[in-house]
């Protein structure tokens, strides 16, 4: 149930969120939701270590993997958990710090590939399973489950963590050029 005690840990990462609210820029936002939101709460604490069993039943009807524990979920979840949430947090209060854009680009562009990678692992890992663990029969059988599960989710949300992490390397990029750019300049002078 969704008010079950052990849903208090929503509202605990609800209150952290809200510390962070006033961000310098949208790449913020994508940081610290995916740092606390994504990464630790619901692909770490709940697919991977089953903190809050109303929301790991959706994971699993989500993708058959999780109550599976199969290893490449485990070493994504785990990854994610570990490693790409904090990153995520430390990258968001940086960008807020505005501390050493240099090496906050280069951040950004190595968890953003990271993202990508972790993603591209996940639905190649599906794929080659022929899909067995997110479809529900037939991935073309349009049922309810399978539309909402399927189609909206696994196909179209996951795409997100390609599009955007793409696009902050791209923006990276052009934040680097002007660094450089700009230390160049003050060379010649």
Not at 26 to 32: A, D, G, P, R
Request: net charge positive.
């Amino acid at each position: 149930m969704i008010l079950d005690q052990e849903n208090l840990i929503i509202l605990a990462f609800i209150v952290v969120s809200l510390f962070f609210v006033k961000g310098p820029s949208i790449s913020y936002y994508w940081f610290i939701i995916n740092g606390i939101w994504i990464h630790i709460y619901l692909d770490g604490l709940v697919g991977l270590c089953q903190m809050n069993k109303w929301l790991f039943t959706q994971y699993s009807q989500l993708d058959a993997r999780y109550p599976e524990k199969e290893l490449t979920v485990i070493v994504v979840t785990g990854i994610e958990l570990i490693f790409m949430g904090p990153m995520c947090i430390w990258i968001a209060i940086r960008q807020r710090a505005k501390a050493n854009p240099l090496l906050t680009a280069l951040l950004i562009t190595f968890v953003s590939a990271v993202q990508i990678m972790g993603t591209v692992m996940f639905i190649v890992n599906a794929w080659l399973r022929d899909f067995v663990d997110v479809c529900h029969g037939s991935c073309f059988s349009f049922t309810q489950s399978n539309i909402f599960y399927f189609w909206f989710v696994f196909v179209i949300v996951n795409q997100i963590w390609i599009v955007v992490p793409l696009q902050q390397i791209i923006l990276q990029y052009r934040e680097l050029q002007i660094i450089y750019g700009n230390k160049k300049i003050q060379k010649l002078k």
